[in-house]
């Protein structure tokens, strides 16, 4: 079974604008994941949280993490058209396997 | 990702054939794994692999098996294929190392299409 949902599943957006996309999850995690895939194409890790963080930032991307409420939410700020994919969360549990949530497909209008 | 390449890209099979799905990456990473994506369901994990001479079922191995060639090679067979096998494929990499973070490396995918 799938451990992370996304909400929403779908976002349209225009450029500069920022996205928020959510990720909650059901069991304890070692770390949080998000990737981005574009239509067809492989996934491609963007950032990793550890589950002792709260916050952290790459570039564009600001991730959150609240464990008490098992949710993160991905930030994109000042989006462009290059940034129109699906984003999906993967947590990694103690098994040390990824488990993929659903995805949320962001639509960036120029 | 260029280092983990997936043959072939695309294949359109009929219901009973067997086929075979290769995952090649030159990553050096000893864990390897196949997913499928169907829409609206995300990822699944099919079968993965922590070194050559490990296999382990994922949560949808029903009607998969695989074999670990080589610690760059990953196939996966579908002995006897059916409509609902239709999907998206991919193989993944990864090398926890020291860090002890499973971040995964994709490849392009194979389409497959079973008639």
């Known amino acids: 079974s799938q451990q992370g949902e996304e909400d929403p599943q779908a976002l349209s957006i225009q450029e500069g604008e920022n996205a928020t996309m959510n990720c909650s999850y059901k069991?304890?995690?070692?770390?949080l994941q998000w990737y981005r895939q574009n239509s067809g194409r492989g996934l491609v890790h963007l950032i990793l949280i550890r589950s002792n963080e709260r916050e952290k930032h790459s570039g564009r991307l600001r991730v959150t993490l609240d464990t008490s409420k098992k949710s993160s939410s991905l930030l994109i700020t000042a989006s462009r058209a290059a940034d129109t994919a699906s984003y999906f969360c993967a947590t990694e549990s103690n098994d040390y396997k990824l488990s993929f949530g659903a995805g949320t497909t962001v639509t960036v209008r120029a | 990702d260029a280092d983990v390449t997936q043959t072939p890209r695309n294949r359109i099979t009929k219901t009973g054939k067997r086929i075979m799905l290769e995952c090649s990456q030159t990553k050096g990473h000893d864990r390897m794994y196949w997913y499928r994506q169907d829409p609206g369901l995300g990822l699944r994990l099919i079968y993965y692999s922590f070194d050559v001479k490990d296999i382990n079922k994922g949560e949808i191995s029903d009607g998969y098996s695989v074999s670990r060639q080589a610690q760059a090679k990953f196939s996966l067979s579908l002995e006897s294929a059916i409509p609902n096998q239709t999907a998206l494929y991919f193989c993944?990499?990864?090398?926890?190392?020291?860090?002890?973070?499973?971040?995964?490396?994709f490849g392009p995918g194979t389409r497959l299409l079973v008639l």
């Open positions: 069991t304890s995690i070692n770390n």
């Open positions: 993944a990499t990864s090398d926890p190392g020291t860090s002890g973070r499973e971040t995964q490396y």
